[in-house]
């Protein structure tokens, strides 16, 4: 079984700032290095000095970019923010988009993939208004045992003032209003280094990045600025959009915004309440990541047996005879009542319910 404990949840909060921290001292530094490799914005948008030598994978092997690659580039920025409308993206868009245009890996395995076999657990752990801290397990060949993803949800100021009108005795509210939040854009940022050098940059062009911003093109890694998201991204993605836990977390959250006096709210889980969790789920099946062309399939797959069930039932019914009439038939088979006698009460005018009455006497 793979270990699902995810450590110490106190102090998670400053692990996750260090971590950022360390990252953004890294980017600073390279940028600042003098033989910096990095494709800044400028040069994408064509300021580019040839006596720059730089290195792309567009096209298959490493060779030194072009002028004639930096339009590709641009090309291909259009082409990954068309897939993004406005402020953010809602976490069934980033599952949906991982499945459909997937950025391959090493192997053949897609981010998606390595979410489903990999990343099994992904838990909400502290939220400060719009920001919800989740911890994620780290893949088998990590050099970390964990990983943290922060999600930001847009809509919070919205659901706040929905929940302006209700009373803190309304229990259905909070939770209601979480289950509405979950379904809204959000912006997300990850640990990792996936999502360092693949998919931050696609974050920041696309406004869905609650991260530091990330302007250098990925010219080696994602020149064709493929995918979305990393595996722990994914599997939180999974989570918020579908499982109970985040749910009554956002929804305890959102109790705490209904009664606050400035429309401000901060949640976070106690180490026994993970702990418990922990147990719960160690003999429960991981949710399955599912794209909504595998929902669609499966309600399709669902009102078919539905039909068909009804179908059945409907056969059954016209199949099955009153019940005089059973009782009638069993009656002449067994000898009980003649076919003549049924003949001449028939005749005086008995129904066959009173026939029966009276084969029960
Ligand atoms: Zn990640």
């Not at 459909?100 to 909400?124: E, F, L, N």
């Not at 009153?322 to 129904?351: Q, Y």
């Amino acid at each position: 079984m793979v270990n699902l404990w995810l450590g110490k949840l106190k102090g998670h909060i400053s692990e996750a700032k260090n971590r950022a921290k360390a990252d953004k001292l890294e980017r600073e530094a390279a940028e600042k290095h003098p033989n910096s490799i990095i494709l800044t914005k400028r040069e994408v948008q064509g300021e580019w000095d040839a006596s720059r030598v730089l290195v792309t994978t567009i096209g298959g092997a490493p060779r030194p970019i072009t002028t004639n690659d930096l339009a590709q580039f641009r090309h291909n920025m259009r082409m990954a923010q068309k897939n993004f409308n406005g402020d953010g993206i809602t976490a069934r868009q980033v599952i949906d988009l991982a499945s459909s245009k997937p950025m391959p890996g090493t192997g053949s395995d897609t981010d998606i993939d390595r979410a489903r076999k990999q990343i099994t657990m992904a838990v909400p752990v502290s939220a400060f208004n719009n920001e919800v801290r989740f911890i994620t397990n780290a893949g088998p060949d990590s050099e970390v045992n964990r990983h943290h993803v922060l999600v930001r949800f847009n809509a919070f100021s919205v659901a706040a003032n929905k929940l302006m009108a209700s009373t803190a005795k309304e229990r259905r509210d909070p939770k209601q209003t979480a289950n509405w939040l979950r379904k809204q854009k959000l912006a997300f940022d990850c640990s990792c280094g996936r999502h360092r050098y693949w998919f931050r940059y696609i974050s920041t062009i696309g406004n869905f990045n609650a991260g530091r911003k990330e302007m250098g093109f990925p010219k080696i890694r994602n020149p064709n600025l493929k995918g979305v998201a990393c595996k722990h991204v994914l599997r939180v993605m999974s989570e918020v959009e579908s499982s109970t836990s985040v749910l009554n977390f956002l929804a305890k959250h959102m109790e705490k915004l209904r009664d606050s006096q400035d429309n401000t709210a901060k949640h976070r889980i106690k180490q026994k309440e993970h702990d418990d969790e922990i147990k719960k789920r160690a003999n429960s099946r991981v949710n399955t990541i599912k794209t909504s062309e595998q929902r669609a399939a499966e309600r399709k797959r669902a009102k078919e047996r539905e039909s068909l069930h009804k179908k059945a039932k409907q056969v059954k019914r016209i199949e099955r005879k009153p019940t005089a009439t059973r009782r009638i038939e069993a009656a002449l088979a067994s000898g009980k009542l003649s076919a003549s006698d049924l003949e001449v009460l028939r005749r005086i005018g008995f129904t066959d319910k009173q026939v029966a009455e009276k084969l029960k006497g």
